[in-house]
């Protein structure tokens, strides 16, 4: 897994889909029966995703759970990593809900790096309706780490 992960970084063509982080990711592993399959394309300096959420990620009926909202978002952040060139982990997530995500409605999903400050990547993102309308944004902080802090063993 350590060399096919460093495979994904690698300069990516415009709106060619990106690699998912690995097959069983909760985001975007295909191989995840609970995941969302989150397909992932650059776009410029950022990244952008067209995403339907299901059944399986349903919160109040007809509605996603804010908690699958905030898992794709998450992960969509993971995907600037390939394009900034280092691995990193959320340290921290903020997600405003505007308004509710609804079950079987297309958004787009749109994340980029604002800044980075030594180890910190200060990152954004939104998630629009099929209007075009703004249905929620986020920020994020991820810190670089090397390729051990996947590897290191933790009790
Ligand atoms: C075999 C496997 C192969 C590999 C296969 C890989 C698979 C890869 C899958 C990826 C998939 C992606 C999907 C989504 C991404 C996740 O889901 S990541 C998972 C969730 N996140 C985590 O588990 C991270 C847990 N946290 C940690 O491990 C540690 O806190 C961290 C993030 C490594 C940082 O710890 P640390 O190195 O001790 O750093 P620390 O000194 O505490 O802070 C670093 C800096 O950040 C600053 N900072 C901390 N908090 C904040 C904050 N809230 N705001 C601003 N600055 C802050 C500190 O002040 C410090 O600044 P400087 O002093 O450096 O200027």
């Known amino acids: ?8 970084f690698r ?7 990106l690699p998912p982080h690995h097959e069983q990711c ?7 029966p609970h995941g969302h399959h989150l397909q992932v394309r650059r776009h410029g300096d950022g990244v952008v995703a067209d995403h339907t959420f299901d059944n399986r ?6 509605i996603a759970h804010g908690g699958a909202v905030a898992t794709v978002i998450d992960d969509l952040y993971g995907f600037l990593l390939y394009l900034v060139g280092t691995p990193a982990v959320t340290r921290q997530l903020t997600v405003e809900y505007r308004t509710p995500v609804m079950i079987g409605v297309p958004y787009r999903l749109q994340a980029q790096v604002q800044r ?3 180890r910190k990547l200060f990152l954004v993102a939104s998630i629009a309706g099929p209007d075009g309308s703004v249905v929620g944004t986020s920020t994020a902080v991820f810190v670089a780490v090397g390729i051990d802090h996947f590897t290191r063993e933790r009790q």
């Open 11 to 17: 300069p990516h063509r415009e709106g060619v889909d």
């Open 116 to 118: 980075h400050e030594g």
């Open 26 to 32: 909760l985001g975007c592993g295909p191989d995840n």
């Open 1 to 8: 897994m350590l060399a096919t992960w460093a495979e994904k």
């Open 57 to 62: 990620h349903v919160g109040a009926p007809g």
